[in-house]
């Protein structure tokens, strides 16, 4: 084994870096790692490709236990998740944490929980060169009239995977209520400074709590050409279905916490959509279904709500039915335990429309997608129990914006 040139190993192991559930394998890396010393290197290299830290202390000590291979180890980070508590303002959570970033230089995605923490002009600068390279931003921020969102997508203009808020932590509210900051007008100096909006291009972007109107327009501001993937998760309210309505013809993507009213408003403008995910939807829903579905969509996925007293699976059949591009229909799986005549009937229309019909219970859960490797997203497809969609394909077939990830 000893004798396997580690270029070959890590590509043979870089094969089976992803487990089924799309998420990386550590349990198999760690036992590689163990085989030899041959072996030791490649494995490590992958088993730091994406690192969530407990505790930042002890990960910025490893990294600076040996010059060489911490550099070597932190030249391998490409996904960092870390949470920084400042507790008090003499606390060094913020400066460590600032201090791994700027070791870790290949980092495209971070996902970063802030809580207690204001950011200093010092700091935002640190920040600002450390975090250049950066294409994806998870972002939660627990605190009081908050201006960490504009201060962070001001300093990374190169953002274009953006999520508010964390699964991590749903009890957490996001208060953003600051506006959006003021740019002074330098035409006329005495003329009101104007508000302006992010310099990001945002192409896919998760809400999973929805900030403020006006801090809705000051993000998409400048991604009206760019957005394509559109995850909410929460009910919209009409100021911001307006917000994102000049956003919708040009989505392929939607995925909605809630089948209600606006979100109805909101699915009819996307004309172009490829995928539905809807996660929590009412049988029968209080709006129809097959008439508010675009006819461009090619992947249906819906988390069925769990009400065996008035549940009828007609809608969904009609749903079906209305779809003249429909190529997967996935739902979880209660559906065929509780209403399995009905079931029989659903899955006897998919089969005459050669839709491939899915039964998957992950359907509703937020996986953090990690894009490390390209090569591995070409080689997706459906996969066990629905996890892979028809927009993981699209997502791997759009090379241009891998090679940006890259």
Sequence with gaps: MSSIPPE??????????????????????KI????????????QSLLFRSVKLGNIHAFHAALLSSEA???????????????I?????DSSCLSTGVKILQACPQVYKLVLGLYGVDLGEEILEKLRVAGQGLKALSLVYYGTQSPILYQLLSIWPNIQVFKIGSSMFPLLPWDIATPPPLQSNADDAGELAQRYGAEICVYDLVLSFMPTPEALTWLLASSADSLRILEVRESMSLTELNVLARHAPRLRSLRLGFYNAHS??????????EELVIYALDL???????????????????????????????????????????KVMACNGQVRRQHYDEYAMLESRCRIRGVDM???????RTTEWDCSSLAEHQKWGFGEEGRRTIEWKRRARDENFWRQLE
């Excluded at 590509?11 to 550590?26: A, Q, S, W």
């Excluded at 109805?264 to 959509?273: F, P, Q, S």
């Excluded at 899915?358 to 509703?364: C, E, T, Y």
């Design 85 to 89: 508590v400042q507790y008090n303002p």
């Design 32 to 43: 590689c790692a163990q085989v030899c010393r041959t072996w030791s290197g490649p494995a």
């Design 284 to 326: 029968p829903p209080r709006c129809p279904l097959a008439p508010n579905l675009p006819s461009s969509i090619e992947h249906l996925s819906l988390r069925i709500q769990n009400d065996s007293h008035r549940m009828t699976l007609q809608p969904v059949i009609d749903a079906v039915d209305a779809l003249p591009n429909l």
């Design 264 to 273: 109805v408003a909101l699915l009819r403008m996307c004309t172009a959509i």
């Design 69 to 83: 291979r911490g550099r070597a180890l932190g030249n391998c980070v490409q996904t960092l998740d870390m949470s």
């Design 358 to 364: 899915v039964l998957s219970d992950a359907i509703g």
């Design 8 to 29: 070959l190993l890590f590509c043979v192991l870089e094969n089976v870096y992803y487990t089924f559930k799309g998420t990386p394998n550590y349990k198999l890396l």
